[in-house]
């Protein structure tokens, strides 16, 4: 008789694999969760020109007659002193990597959810697999997820027009390693709203509760400095805002809302909690 491998990485590694092929094996969910973030960067990031108001816009005034050359290096040298870019579609762009990634890692409760309520769940505390490697398989598996979604969504940028003059490989792998301690973050965090519940209602409430405040709260769409005071201050704790500014430094070389060093920090600390968290309280609160 084969021994059973009750190792935690052959159970973290199971149950991973048992959530990415609900993943990968249905491609209309996978195109799904792309849809959104498309509609923002086509519609949304095409439609509000907001470069246009510093250039044409703002220069266009009777008897007023500048160079259109002169017109479009006004333009650019105040879109570079507003947004750290030379267009806003390529700020906004940025954005929406971590947009993506919350988004994906906001689902990862509702996994949980649901396999409490069809009884995998039950199924599972009744083998050898450790408790903690339920959160993490989870969190692991949302990070794949996410991560795949962000680098489409960043080549779907690319192709509508962001700016990648300053792209390297090695300021993919710094941007990305932001957006996974972003993930990390957020996954744990919802995996952990859920350990309890058996109401995917409940998860949909708060989802739909954080999804776009915390969203507006950081500046994934707009600039820190230019909104009011008591939002700055949310928004410098939020860690969209951290995992954005990073995004923007290694891929449009915009300035910095903090240095780099500060903000893997703050992320890498973000991360480190809710996932030290979510582990604890599955020992102690997940039950057949």
Known sequence: MDKVDTSPLHGIWALTNRDLKKWYKVPFIFMMSLIQP???LALFGKAMNITALFTESAFNIP???IPKDVVNQIGRQIMLQTFGAQDYFSYLAVGMLTFISIFTAMFSGMSIVWDRRLGFLDKVLSTPVARGAIPIAKVTSTVVRA???AAIVLILAILLGMDFSHITPIGLLGAFSALLLLIIGFASLFVTLAIRS???????AIMNLLNLPILFASNAMFPVNYMPTWLQSIAKI???SYAADICRQLLLASPGMADLIFGFTYLAAFAATLSTLGIILSWR???K
């Open 198 to 204: 058996t109401s995917w209602e409940a998860q949909m």
């Open 63 to 65: 008897g007023l007659n």
């Open 147 to 149: 991560l795949v979604q």
């Open 238 to 240: 939020n860690p969209i």
């Open 285 to 287: 609160y997940l039950s």
């Open 38 to 40: 498309f509609i923002w």
